[in-house]
């Protein structure tokens, strides 16, 4: 059976690295989506266009790592996560963070040409309170690095505020706007709103508890789970640890929450049409 965790960050220096990833793949976990995470966490200062690169080419090092030295199928994305652009232009001014943080996501668009990566991602808009022109401008940065990826035939993964059913709605907009195929813009994090999603051409990558799980599923089956699995042994388990989406799916499919062809569905289907990936 495939299981497919679909928003996992690892980290050589500060998390446990492999032995989370083994941690997965004993619960039953078999592929992930190994998310970049920042400049500063890999050890670059995540003060120019370069550091991010740097930073792009160790994540691409740590997920072959992954592929060699154990059993999980693994696969990257990379980007620039918002909270960096705002560090930045804070530091440097608006103007300079931003062509730096294009610069980066052109990177990370060519790692996705390249075949070394799976998505741009994640980028977005931060999830606290910024000044409005750091706002404004993480949205254009947003939709540049959507439209990055509609150029790609790539998927983008998503990180924002908190959603709800009209952030969708101001989501699907900008989906329309770029023209990116639907199915392509994953929104990382995601509240269980699987309906609304769909409706305006959003994919959700649901947060892996079982109430949100539950209610997903009650929606349909058209979204993938998460655990955000952040690799910090300072936050051990943060946000859910690296069992957590093996050990609901079997549980879920054994009391009858999930149906077989529901695990298939959200664990084979979705990521293969989402990310253009083969997965038998």
């Given at each position: 059976m495939i299981i497919w965790d679909d928003h996992f960050?690892?980290?050589?220096?500060?998390g446990l690295f492999l032995e989370?990833?083994?941690?997965?793949?004993?619960?039953?976990?078999?592929?992930?989506?190994?998310?970049?995470?920042?400049?500063?966490?890999?050890?670059f200062g995540g003060m120019k266009a370069e550091d991010f690169m740097k930073a792009m080419d160790l994540h691409i090092e740590l997920v072959e790592k992954i592929n060699r030295e154990t059993p999980v199928k693994?696969?990257?994305v990379v980007g620039v996560h918002p909270a960096e652009f705002d560090y930045l232009a804070r530091e440097k001014g608006l103007e300079y963070a931003r062509n730096e943080v294009i610069k980066a996501l052109e990177y990370a668009q060519k790692l996705c040409?390249?075949?070394?990566?799976?998505?741009?991602g994640e980028i977005g808009r931060p999830h606290y309170e910024v000044p409005p022109e750091i706002w404004e401008a993480s949205v254009e940065l947003m939709k540049y690095g959507m439209a990055l990826a509609k150029e790609a035939d790539c998927a983008v993964q998503l990180h924002t505020e908190s959603f709800d059913e009209a952030k969708f709605r101001e989501l699907g907009e900008y989906v329309k706007e770029v023209g990116i195929k639907p199915y392509g813009v994953i929104k990382h994090f995601s509240p269980p709103l699987v309906k609304v999603a769909e409706e305006v051409g959003v994919f959700p990558s649901v947060i892996a508890s079982r109430k949100n799980i539950e209610e997903a599923i009650k929606q349909g089956n058209r979204f993938m789970m998460e655990t955000d699995y952040i690799d910090d042994k300072r936050r051990p388990g943060a946000v859910l640890g690296p069992k957590t989406v093996p050990k609901i799916t079997k549980a879920f499919l054994q009391?009858?929450?999930?149906?077989?062809?529901?695990?298939?569905?959200?664990?084979?289907?979705?990521?293969?049409?989402?990310?253009?990936?083969?997965l038998e």
């Open positions: 960050h690892v980290d050589p220096y500060h989370a990833v083994k941690e997965f793949h004993r619960a039953g976990g078999t592929h992930l989506v190994v998310v970049y995470k920042t400049a500063h966490d890999y050890g693994a696969y990257a040409l390249e075949g070394k990566a799976i998505g741009i009391n009858g929450v999930f149906t077989e062809e529901d695990v298939y569905k959200i664990h084979v289907e979705n990521p293969g049409k989402v990310y253009g990936v083969e």
